[in-house]
């Protein structure tokens, strides 16, 4: 970390946009099924936990899921990743809201 540090700062942008691209480039060439859990893992982790939302993310792929479990409905909500608007979760009078906002 130190030698990085020591860097000047326009190579340190270049290597943080080297990495990203990188980064992304891996992403698009990886298939959806393998970076995203189940539904029945999710279910199984709510039901393990006695609990009804699952809150996660900085994924390529925010999302609002419904599931239902033995006795309730599940929901997990999936913040989006940062790479062209914020993502947060919302309280409401009518409950959550998952919502993206511009940077």
Known sequence: QQQ????PILERQ????????ESQAHT???KLAIMD???QAVRDVLQAQQCQTMIHGHTHRPF?????LSNQI???MVL???DNEGWH????DNGLILEAFAL
Request: hydrophobic residues 40%; positive net charge; glycine residues 6%.
């Open 64 to 68: 609002d899921h419904h599931s239902v």
């Open 80 to 82: 989006g990743d940062w």
């Open 4 to 7: 990085l540090l020591a860097k």
């Open 37 to 39: 859990v189940t539904p």
């Open 74 to 76: 599940g929901r997990r």
């Open 89 to 92: 979760i919302r309280e409401t």
């Open 14 to 21: 270049a290597i943080a946009l080297d990495a990203r691209a």
């Open 28 to 30: 698009s060439q990886t």
